[in-house]
């Protein structure tokens, strides 16, 4: 019989189990067993519409979500999380591939590190992955630096991807790829990937030691610019014929960014509409006074093609409503098979445990000094025409367990993006994952749904 993994929490006042690579596989097994009890006893919410149901299904005529494959209500229950029904995603094990458990890349020949992947399916089956990876054997710390977009391939989405070719030269970060609707693939990314005279990004070169990791006059990246003569902001993005290049870089044009709108993190998330047009969705981070700027701010930018102009659309700037000043980041937009929008993001200082009542209200002061804990690293939004968006939620957190049955607790799990199947439904869950004493990778949760559980 197949287990859905889902993640795990401790209630109030519950010490947390030893999550180690070293579990016993009894211990990983009783685990299962009690989240498998948990799930088939409560997995249900009350409704009274679909929005009651976090839109990821429906609400029954008995007055309880019905939830879609792949998405939960319990076993964390509906208010206590600050998550409606069906907010959860629903895990089955990760695999365990020679780059480590839940492993899909390391990064390539020479370099140390990667930092999350997009993935998309060619059309000829292989599938691509578009990672984030740290060149000259660095570590995630020179990210604004070093960081470059490599190409992977694979014959699935669990099995490891296989290094193939430098996409895009430092300096760039956290990919996404799409398919235009006139079979171009299009490459959104934080950063161009261009040494502009005017903003120099000097590498760093780690393969000496510890040393080679001094970012001593290192410039902070900004992939945004504004034109003074137009006062439209401009960003690069790199287009090709196929998934596996040449790739071609073309600078656009932004009309209504505001100028209260920091340019250096704005981690880029794209949807083809049906008409052909597209829906580019970017963080913000807002400056809300002279002496700092939050880390929060989503807002929603059109345009007719992959090509431009694009053009900031009126709607909620997500983060605002919530006071969510030090909580979101990397957002992740896709648009389900009802037509119904949602979001991914990585969620900041949620720790294990009841929910904070002051997470989202922080103002001026970073909760939890200065280090994101492990805890609660993936959050859940939704809408039903994509501006006007829910609260944000808790969907997954930083544990997951793998098919030899180990349960693994990490410090870091960042930058989500997921993989869909034919009808529009997520199939794979990406994070870069950070695991102390193991390795800084790209990982893969498959979702508990029916093509994965054959």
Not at 237 to 249: A, R, V
Not at 346 to 363: E, I, K, Q, S, V
Request: net charge negative; hydrophobic share 35%.
């Amino acid at each position: 019989a197949t287990v859905s993994v889902l993640n795990w929490h401790r209630g109030p006042g519950q010490a947390r189990p030893p999550l180690t690579p070293d579990t016993t596989t009894m211990q990983a097994a009783l685990w299962l067993l009690a989240l498998a009890a948990a799930h088939a006893a409560a997995d249900r919410a009350a409704c009274k519409s679909d929005w009651d149901c976090s839109l990821n299904g429906v609400c029954g005529g008995d007055g309880f979500c019905v939830c879609d494959d792949g998405w939960t209500t319990l076993p964390f229950g509906v208010n206590g999380s600050w998550a409606p029904g069906c907010g959860y995603l629903d895990f089955l094990p990760s695999p365990v591939n020679d780059c480590g458990p839940g492993c899909v890349y390391h990064a390539s020949p020479g370099n140390s590190v990667s930092w999350g992947g997009s993935v998309i399916q060619t059309e000829n089956g292989t599938w691509a992955m578009y990672a984030a990876e740290m060149m000259n054997n660095c570590q995630l710390s020179t990210w604004q630096t070093n960081s470059q977009v490599a190409l992977a391939t694979s014959d699935s989405p669990t099995s490891q991807f296989t290094f193939t070719s430098v996409v895009v030269d430092p300096w760039a970060h956290n990919p996404e790829v799409l398919r235009a609707q006139d079979g171009t693939y299009v490459l959104y990314t934080l950063g161009e990937g261009v040494q502009w005279p005017w903003a120099p990004k000097p590498v760093q070169d780690c393969r000496k030691g510890a040393a080679g990791e001094d970012r001593a006059g290192a410039q902070e990246p900004f992939p945004l610019r504004r034109d003074p003569s137009t006062g439209y902001h401009n960003f690069v993005l790199h287009h090709s014929d196929s998934y596996d290049g040449p790739w071609t870089p073309m600078n656009l044009t932004i009309q209504g960014w505001n100028d209260t709108w920091m340019m250096k993190n704005w981690n880029p998330t794209a949807q083809v509409m049906p008409n052909g047009s597209i829906r580019l969705m970017v963080h913000t981070q807002t400056r809300y006074n002279t002496k700092r700027d939050y880390w929060t701010g989503i807002a929603i930018l059109h345009a007719d093609s992959w090509r431009g102009p694009y053009t900031v659309m009126p709607g909620q700037e997500q983060g605002d409503d919530d006071k969510c000043f030090w909580c979101e980041e990397d957002p992740f937009m896709w648009r389900d098979h009802r037509g119904n929008w949602h979001m991914l993001y990585h969620r900041m200082y949620d720790p294990f445990g009841p929910l904070d009542p002051n997470w989202g209200t922080y103002a001026n002061t970073v909760p939890e000094g200065s280090a994101i804990p492990p805890g609660w690293s993936g959050g859940h939004a939704f809408s039903r025409d994509g501006l006007t968006w829910s609260a944000l939620s808790r969907s997954y957190n930083t544990s997951f367990v793998d098919t030899a049955g180990a349960v693994h607790a990490v410090g870091r799990r960042e930058r989500p993006k997921l993989i869909f199947d034919s009808d529009g439904r997520a199939t794979h869950l990406y994070n870069g994952l950070d695991y102390h004493g193991v390795g800084t990778y790209t990982m893969v949760a498959p979702l508990n749904v029916a093509q994965n559980r054959k």
